[in-house]
């Protein structure tokens, strides 16, 4: 008995939303263009650098490298500091 009254709960629950959803047609809605928070769209255009500069390549590899390397070297510098 329990069994079909949790089984009843579950196909209410699926069916409630489903129908609001379908009354207020969030797929149908229009695109607020003059929201402060609708940013521009395209390729490269939702990444906070420009990789078309002439130094990106650059300053991406040091990035990466210190990036990479910092948790090493703060490493050994721990281990080396506590033996003198």
């Not at 809605?29 to 395209?42: I, L």
Request: net charge positive; proline share 7%.
């Amino acid at each position: 008995m329990r069994q079909l009254m949790l089984s009843q709960a579950a196909v209410r629950a699926t069916s409630t939303t489903s129908r609001v959803a379908l009354r207020r047609g969030f797929h149908s809605t229009r695109a607020q263009m003059a929201s402060p928070y609708h940013y521009p769209e395209g390729p490269r255009s939702n990444i906070p650098f420009n990789p078309l500069t002439k130094w990106f390549a650059f300053r991406y590899w040091t990035f990466m490298a210190v990036g990479f390397g910092a948790p090493f070297g703060i490493a050994v510098w721990q281990t080396k500091k506590n033996q003198g």
